[in-house]
């Protein structure tokens, strides 16, 4: 008796271990395609019944086989397992789930998550890889691994009907952001775009007629393109205003480059105009972001007069955004003097359901 029960309690083990390896990436220990796609169901399908948003995120690693060509796949591998545990830790929550579905392809569940939320993990991510700062010598884009992000998102109040199958909402949903994937790799790579769905009033234009309610309008920046990467969220679009002009006042800082040797300078130069081009690009500021861009290539050219030209042509249009700011008088905007703190989840107008 106790032969057959120890054999019953290894069979148990095994079939455990075999349902494990079904549902998970041998490489990066993540739930594999086909668990996503049951994931992804189930989860649809409780969003639909709770009348829950549920926001889903789609990676693409940019470039990634110039980096095979470059490194070898040994470290492609490498690589690959280093952004999926860097994405398990933007993905905090127990119910997130993480899928690799594709090659470089890899995608985010967050339940319980608005879009808001959903952009604020798309921008942690990218954060988070800029930090990494993982080698990535042939990217076109950066000197260091970068991803693209195609956000879409179910939300309660108009994407979710009870008559419509989980099998159609899936398919919208995904659809969705992997035109949002297609629109970031197109304009540019190494940033996430939202996708919204059906079209419906938002926030601020259901609010429009309450006073100090009104988008601001800031001098440089498209007010329909911002509106609609952030979801018409007005208090996430004055956050993100105030940290662009507060964090990069001083974008040239001597006393921040005096213990550096010349190389660390340049890296770190780079790094902050790379972060300001996304910033803008975030925000509808296209003039800036056109700038941010153009300093990026006179620092490939090592082109001195240029790089000095349009740093202080940026500094000129940033203090013309601020001033822009300081005007809306019936708007609470205040530029601060410290550092803004960005949540990495937060609450969408009309819902309380915030991502700590």
């Not at 969003?47 to 492609?76: C, W």
Request: one cysteine or more; charged letters at 30%.
């Amino acid at each position: 008796m106790r032969a057959r029960v120890k054999t019953q309690l290894e069979l148990a083990r095994l079939t455990r271990e075999l349902e494990l390896l079904n549902l998970t990436d041998p490489l990066t220990g993540l739930i594999n395609r086909r668990r996503y796609d049951e994931v992804l169901h189930n989860e649809l399908a409780r969003a639909r019944r709770s009348r829950e948003p549920l926001s889903l995120i789609l990676v693409d690693l940019d470039h990634f086989k110039l980096f095979n060509d470059q490194y070898g796949h040994a470290a492609g591998d490498e690589c690959l397992n280093k952004v999926a545990q860097l994405l398990q830790t933007c993905a905090r929550r127990p119910a997130d789930a993480v899928a690799r579905i594709g090659g470089e392809e890899l995608a985010l569940i967050l339940p319980h998550t608005p879009a808001a939320g959903g952009m604020e993990v798309g921008q942690a991510i990218l954060t988070a890889l800029e930090d990494a700062a993982l080698p990535h010598l042939r990217s076109r884009v950066a000197d260091h691994v970068t991803v693209s992000l195609g956000l879409a998102c179910l939300e309660p109040s108009g994407d979710i009907d009870t008559e419509t199958t989980v099998e159609a909402i899936a398919r919208d949903l995904v659809e969705r952001a992997a035109q949002a994937l297609t629109e970031a790799k197109d304009t540019g790579r190494a940033r996430f775009v939202y996708r919204s769905g059906r079209r419906r009033s938002s926030p601020t234009e259901g609010a429009s007629s309450e006073k100090g309610a009104r988008w601001p309008e800031i001098k440089g920046i498209d007010n329909n393109l911002s509106r609609h990467r952030l979801c018409g969220n007005r208090e996430l679009f004055i956050t993100l205003v105030a940290k662009l002009l507060d964090q990069f006042e001083d974008l040239v800082e001597p006393r921040k480059y005096v213990d550096m040797e010349e190389d660390e300078a340049t890296l770190h130069f780079a790094r902050r105009i790379y972060k300001l081009k996304g910033s803008a690009d975030t925000l509808g500021a296209t003039h800036l972001y056109s700038l941010a861009a153009g300093t990026e290539t006179a620092l490939r050219d090592a082109n001195d007069a240029r790089i000095a030209l349009l740093v202080r042509t940026i500094h000129e249009h940033m203090d013309e955004m601020r001033t822009s700011c300081e005007a809306l008088s019936p708007l609470p905007f205040q530029v601060p003097s410290t550092p803004t703190a960005f949540p990495l989840r937060s609450t969408i107008a009309g819902n309380n359901i915030a991502r700590p």
